[in-house]
């Protein structure tokens, strides 16, 4: 196993021990980073490794979130929705894949963009079964405390990540990993020498979705009440790339870091700021692009050091 | 007579989604750069109208001459300034720059103009015309014509000028266009200039029809990204026939299936199109 694998399930390990030093405020904190760190991780299998510009996160979401939300409401545990939810997004995303992952480049932005806003509308207009516009409310899943509560999901968003982080160390050290590198690379010649290009991105597009369709499903859970343009929201597509190009693309560690500083960064933005939130995330994103094009873990001390000769 | 309102209908929207997609293509096949602020420059260039005319009593049609050469400045500087840096940088990159900007200045406008929704109300208001059953407003009327008249203008400009013969050089071969003595960069900054004029003055022309809020910039945006690519990518006559096949889906998806459902079907559309025929209705690789 590479060393940057063990230093991030080290790091999870620290996260998990949250709960013993912070409060009720520290937890919601802990489960955001959980969520945020799940989608930037997934997105990373299909943007990082295979290099599809993917927007579709936001729908993966709030597939999620709705299936997991229906299901509740007809009475099954929460553990049960949320497996379902993961694999009916694997099953549908691989299948769309083969559809969609034909495109390259901007096309392939724009069509995994109107994703989100298919499903959104779809949501949006299926009032019978979801609700529409007013939103779905979600029964409270059990009895016990507030404190207990935030508890809970905070473990249950942590064992997701868990999951998500071993998927996409197998992911990055197999076959499947080393093809999707090539894909990037070069597509057209990956698949002159034998490669199943197709194949592979379908299964790299359903794997960057199950997970965070479970997240999403746990989300709903968590607060109880969902509305298209909350988990449809598109912003839950582009903060993951945020997160990936902030730690660095491609490395699941890089990634998991970016995700846990932007929502370091988006919680003082958010409370000091209030009217200028999402401008001061703009400049962010400006100013991260324009000056640490590859992230973070580009910031290492002997990178620096390199720079500064190569000056 | 039904028929012939929808299809009224259809004409006069599709030539406002060609006006509202015509900067976004031109950016999109020259720069090959997904300009995201795209929405926003047409919703600034809505308040432009709008303040103008509650302020000092310009009508919107001579606000486009205001907004031309505003935009012109704002994109050719925003270009040179920011996205010259990294245009050579893979899609995503690019892209998210560009949502980065749209943020900022989305949120300026919410701050400065709230998010409330106005309306430029022109006093007196210039009534409808009916011919036999078919009624069109007159605002929309002069709406879809100047939009009509600013495509020709983008058109002639790319066909008999210098530059825009530079434009389509680059646009065709940026490779080749260098080696002609074609200085790249700046023609780069004039076609988002060129681009950002269009939006700012389909903003004013907008102004006199929808309401404004720093809202709707993502419809305007959304709206352009499915003409383009149903139209083809880049061709001022491939945004024209893509904004009049949306405004005829949009137009009978809302007869047939209620309204709700025209936004579900244009984007239906728009994937059944990107899957099947990618280079859209008119697609060729050259701008005009």
Known sequence: MRKSNIVLLILLAVVAALPLVGGPYALRLGTIACMYAILALSWNVVGGFAGYPSFATAAFFGFGAYTTGVLLGKGLPLWLGVVISAVAALLVTAALGAALLRLRGHYFAIASLSLVEVLRELVNNATDLTGGGMGLNIPLVSGFGVLAEAMFFFYAMWILLLLTALMVMAVAGSKLGFGLACIRQNETASSMVGLNTTLYKSIAFGLSACFVSAAGGVYAAWVHYIDPSDVFDILYSVKPIVMALMGGLGSPLGVACGAFLYLGLEEVVWRNYIQFHTGVLGLIIVLLLLFLPHGLISLRPANLWRRVKHV | MHAAQILVNAVVLGCLYACIAIGFSLVWGVLNVINLIHGSFIVLGAYLAF??????????WYSVAVAAPLFFVLGYLLQRLLLNRVITAPVLVTLTLTFGLDLILNNAMIYFFKADYRKLMLT?????????????????????????????????????????????????????????????????????????????????????????????????????????????????????????????????????????????????????????????????????
């Open chain 2, 124 to 288: 007196p208001s210039l009534g409808s015309v009916s011919i036999f059953d078919v009624v069109v407003p007159v605002d929309r009327l002069i709406a879809t014509v100047s939009a009509l008249a600013l495509t020709g203008v983008l058109y002639l400009l790319l066909r008999r000028s210098r530059v825009g013969r530079a434009i389509v050089a680059v646009r065709l071969d940026r490779d080749a266009a260098v080696l002609m003595g074609v200085d790249v960069k700046s023609i780069y900054a004039i076609a988002f200039g060129l681009g950002a004029a269009l939006a700012g003055c389909a903003g004013v022309l907008m102004a006199l029809i929808f309401p404004i809020s720093p809202l709707t910039s993502s419809g305007y945006l959304g709206k352009a990204f499915v003409v383009c690519v149903l139209g083809g990518l880049g061709s001022v006559s491939g945004a024209l026939a893509g904004g009049l096949l949306l405004a005829l889906v949009e137009g009978i998806g809302s007869t047939f299936f209620g309204p709700a459902h025209a936004t579900t079907l244009s984007f239906i559309l728009l994937i059944i199109f990107l899957i099947l025929r990618p280079q859209g209705l008119l697609g060729r690789k050259g701008f005009e």
């Open chain 2, 51 to 60: 303040g103008l005319y509650n302020a000092l009593h310009i009508s919107p």
